[in-house]
């Protein structure tokens, strides 16, 4: 009895150190920054949530208003509203609105730079290739 007890306390501890190891990130994706001349081809807006557990990152998200189909989207690494280097696709869905999706294996450097607000989603159009829509992925805060 005294072992069975035991095989249940540990798998409650275990159960409660992966449930607290889960951590959920949001962006909210916007214009990237444009020059005037660039208005007729970047515009639109998206959300995407992004799951870490342990060191795998789920992503979901939906977008809009793109002026052309969405080709690509991608990961990059800087700091809060500077570009970067991308390091991972993210899948999306072809058209002017859509969805994105992904399920990454970060680097211990990579988590350390999510959970500095220093990674950000980027979806790139036909006619936006340098980019269109971009968003850093912000810790949730826990609700009250």
Not at 32 to 47: E, H, R, Y
Not at 124 to 136: M, Q, V, Y
Request: hydrophobic share 45%; proline share 4%.
């Amino acid at each position: 009895m005294k072992i069975f007890l035991c095989a249940i306390g540990v798998a409650a501890m275990t159960t409660v150190m992966a449930a607290q190891s889960t951590k959920t990130f949001v962006a909210r994706l916007s214009p990237v920054p444009i020059m005037a001349d660039q208005q007729a081809t970047v515009s639109g807006s998206g959300t995407a949530t992004a799951t870490l557990t342990g060191r795998r990152l789920t992503i979901d998200g939906k977008f809009s208003g793109l002026r052309t189909p969405a080709t690509v989207a991608r990961l990059h690494l800087a700091p809060w509203a500077s570009r970067g280097d991308a390091f991972a696709d993210v899948k999306v869905s072809s058209g002017t609105s859509g969805t994105l999706t992904g399920a990454i294996d970060l680097t211990p450097q990579q988590v350390q730079a999510l959970e500095k607000k220093s990674v950000y989603i980027q979806l790139h159009s036909e006619r936006a290739p340098d980019g269109n829509l971009w968003g850093w992925l912000a810790l949730q805060e826990a609700k009250r």
